[in-house]
């Protein structure tokens, strides 16, 4: 590991691991210090991220159809298909987590309803899925998307072998060395407590359909056991390579989840699941602006807080991982391709399975007769996916395959976690942008162990809703900082460009003369 960074690594395994500290030695005083962080940044700052957030969608299709977005990022090739450049993707921004959410999200809205709507009312069950692909959909990915344009732009234009978040955000902020690795440590931190909350919540659904399916306790071994898992399996990738390791286990992935997906369209209600996400799709282009900017500021139920905003600051703790390893994919690509890739594939695949699972769990709720609002409230949302699963006609068969689809689809974020994060610490980036086999393994061991302290410190979902919220807020705001660094660096290219043509004109100019 002679080309890690250790003035970053050092610090930022220390900070992970007095992190695991505390939350095994304090884990009530950690949820609820969690918690209360939580509040004060939806509290504070959740209008903001809304309107950032929206910002953004806007800035990104200017960015796209522009003169700028015909900027090609590298002068080779490109390195994957379309088909695994999309599913990469994909597969990086959902994990496991979007079949689990897919199921729950349509729940806790039937109960919870946004807009005023009553619980369990028809008006509640129109907003459900809605909702689901909202939170899942056009400004999440654009979120996920923005940051791999500044960082390609500087690693295959500009031929920059060190892809720090600090080097990119000089021209605004400066230099002083105190500032530059803060920024650094921050966004370290922001990819490791975004990433070990959904590890966290896939160890937590996986073990409980192991314990399911075996009749087993579903205890602290059990779901170590599962993170160890990840870590061998990681090992086993990562030695394969990139292009046989993660881009394979994506392809074989994606096409896997999309049979089982249409495996469940077909044995369920089909008609209503087509239905309802047509009106759900309908509902969403009608509402995008309000939902986009809702704040409930008079009612206060809370759910913009809790759902929305935690979204938004969510996607954007992920700054560095999808920033990263969408850069490390998009070589030979243009902005435009990038960009739009980006966000129709991760939105349409999210729309794709939401509208499947979640339209499942919805009509098994008020039309089937299952209970699945029960089953969330007697055992939690992990007991209720499970269950769900189980009532289809595959039965345990069907649970083994989507308990091992969700694996892989964790894997492969991890993965690409792991990537980015070392992209990071490495000093001096290969020409093909690969970091280090050790180092990548050395960042998803850190990543195992503070997902390991989520369940150590109690596992409750406000503790990881907490940590990426918390994590996300400085990242919106070196977002920002990204945007007009990135419009400096295109518009000083454009200025170069229009002086060399000024320049052949005069030349040309003087011959004529």
């Not at 509640?124 to 998307?145: K, L, P, R």
């Not at 369920?268 to 986009?292: C, P």
């Amino acid at each position: 590991m002679k080309n890690l960074n250790f003035e970053l690594a050092i610090p930022a395994i220390t900070l992970v691991i007095t992190l695991l500290v505390i939350s095994t030695l304090y884990p009530e005083q950690s949820q609820l210090l969690a918690s209360n962080a939580m509040h004060f940044v939806t509290g504070w700052f959740g209008w903001l991220v809304e309107l950032v957030s929206l910002a953004l969608v806007g800035f990104l299709f200017w960015l796209a159809f522009s003169k700028y977005g015909s900027i090609r990022l590298g002068e080779e090739k490109k390195e994957h298909s379309n088909f695994s450049y999309g599913g990469m993707i994909f597969t990086a921004g959902v994990g496991a987590s979007l079949i689990y959410w897919g199921i729950g999200e349509p729940m806790y809205y039937l109960q919870s309803p946004p807009l005023f709507a009553e619980p369990n009312s028809y008006a509640a069950a129109a907003w459900s899925v809605t909702y689901s692909i909202f939170h899942w959909g056009v400004t999440g990915w654009a979120i996920y998307c923005f940051p791999a344009i500044p960082f390609a732009y500087a690693f295959y234009v500009q031929k920059k072998r060190t892809l720090r978040l600090s080097t990119l955000c000089e021209p605004v902020v400066g230099s002083n060395p105190i500032i530059t690795k803060a920024i650094d440590l921050l966004a370290i931190f922001g990819t490791l407590a975004a990433f070990a909350s959904s590890l966290a919540l896939t160890v937590s659904l996986l073990s409980t359909g192991v314990s399911a399916l075996l009749g087993i306790k579903n205890s602290l071994l059990l779901q170590g056991s599962i993170i160890l898992l990840f870590v061998l399996m990681l090992v086993a990738v990562m030695l394969v390579g990139f292009k046989k390791g993660i881009s394979k286990v994506s392809d074989y992935t994606v096409v896997a989840a999309i049979c089982f997906a249409l495996f469940v369209l077909l044995v369920a209600d089909s008609q209503f699941i087509l239905n309802n996400f047509t009106d759900s799709i309908g509902v969403m282009l009608d509402n995008f602006f309000r939902m986009s900017l809702w704040t409930d500021p008079v009612q206060k139920s809370g759910f913009s807080q809790s759902w929305t905003q935690y979204y938004w600051f969510w996607y954007y703790a992920y700054l560095i991982m999808m920033g990263l390893f969408i850069t490390r994919i998009s070589r030979g690509r243009t902005i435009k391709e990038v960009i739009l890739y980006t966000i129709s594939m991760g939105s349409l695949g999210c729309a794709f399975f939401i509208s499947i699972f979640g339209g499942y769990a919805v009509w098994a709720q008020l039309i089937g007769g299952l209970p699945v609002q029960q089953w969330m409230s007697e055992g939690g949302l992990t007991f209720a996916v499970v269950s769900l699963i189980q009532t289809l006609p595959s039965g345990n068969i069907g649970l083994v395959l989507f308990l091992i689809i969700q694996f892989f689809l964790m894997l492969t974020t991890m993965s690409s976690a792991s990537v980015a994060t070392a992209m990071l610490t490495t000093n001096k980036l290969e020409l093909n942008g690969d970091p280090d086999h050790k180092v990548k393994l050395l960042w998803a061991g850190a990543i195992a162990l503070i997902s390991f302290s989520v369940f150590l410190c109690g596992g409750g979902i406000d503790t990881i809703k907490s940590l990426c919220v918390v994590a996300g807020l400085p990242m919106m705001f070196i977002y920002m900082i990204l945007v007009k660094q990135l419009m400096m660096q295109l518009k000083g290219v454009n200025q170069i460009e229009a002086l060399e043509q000024y320049e052949s004109i005069n030349s040309e100019t003087v011959k004529v003369n």
